[in-house]
């Protein structure tokens, strides 16, 4: 079982900047990939940036440029570095982490969500 906590959401005018985090506690074979998604009311759920175990990311194009994503293996923390932000970046951010248990398994978790609300 892996729990995942974020923190950083919060409100911020447009133009401005948010770091999140996210901290995957429990037991794992492997974290293999690092996600965030998010929602905007009424809107799917929808990949924002990822990043595997080795450090390979990838970007939805509305973000590309303006987000960063990392991650600390030692310390099963990944981070969005997001600057410029847009009204339109509101949404809740979740956390998403593919892990391999220890029966070698693929399992899916998410983190409870964290709120970004970009004023124009």
């Known amino acids: 079982q892996v729990q995942l906590v974020e923190s950083g959401g919060g409100l911020v005018q447009a133009g401005g900047s948010l770091r999140l985090s996210c901290t995957a506690s429990?037991?794992?074979?492997?974290?293999?990939?690092l996600a965030w998604y998010r929602q905007a009311p009424g809107k799917q759920r929808e990949l924002v940036a990822s990043?595997?175990?080795?450090?390979?990311?990838n970007y939805a194009d509305s973000v590309k440029g303006r987000f960063t994503i990392t991650r600390d293996n030692a310390k099963n923390t990944v981070y969005l570095q997001m600057n410029t932000l847009k009204p339109e970046d509101t949404a809740v951010y979740y956390c998403?982490?593919?892990?391999?248990?220890?029966?070698?398994?693929?399992?899916?978790?998410w983190g409870q969500g964290t709120q970004v609300t970009v004023s124009s």
């Open positions: 998403n982490a593919d892990v391999e248990g220890w029966d070698l398994q693929q399992y899916v978790y």
């Open positions: 429990g037991t794992a074979y492997s974290i293999d990939v």
């Open positions: 990043v595997t175990r080795g450090g390979s990311t």
